[in-house]
């Protein structure tokens, strides 16, 4: 069984950065697409971006550009560095991980995730 646990998650204001991280444990998710999805309030479920271990996936076009996912497989760890925040980024931040040959980017596809960390991006 595999644990992921967020960290990072704050409150940050407009044009701000934070760093979440995505600590695995269980199993190594080497092979492993991480990915990481957000939540809003009354919104569902939405893909920001995801990374295998040869290199990034394409991101959501609502964060190209601003975010950068990254992952550390020695540490079985992924991150996701978020610059130029503005408050339509707030949301909870989810990390997942699912077997390649997955639909990456659909949250159903994923098996493993994490409790959520909250980032509220203040105007």
């Known amino acids: 069984q595999v644990q992921l646990v967020e960290s990072g998650g704050g409150l940050v204001q407009a044009g701000g950065s934070l760093r979440l991280s995505c600590a695995a444990s269980?199993?190594?998710?080497?092979?492993?697409?991480m990915g990481w999805f957000r939540q809003a309030p009354e919104k569902e479920r939405e893909f920001v971006a995801a990374?295998?271990?040869?290199?990034?996936?394409p991101y959501a076009d609502s964060v190209k550009g601003r975010f950068t996912i990254s992952r550390d497989n020695a540490k079985n760890t992924a991150y996701l560095q978020m610059n130029s925040l503005n408050p339509e980024d707030t949301a909870v931040y989810y990390c997942?991980?699912?077997?390649?040959?997955?639909?990456?980017?659909?949250?159903?596809?994923?098996?493993?995730w994490g409790q959520g960390t909250q980032v509220t991006v203040s105007s």
């Open positions: 990374v295998i271990d040869s290199g990034t996936l």
């Open positions: 269980g199993r190594t998710l080497r092979g492993y697409v």
């Open positions: 997942a991980a699912t077997p390649l040959g997955r639909t990456w980017y659909k949250s159903q596809d994923y098996d493993y």
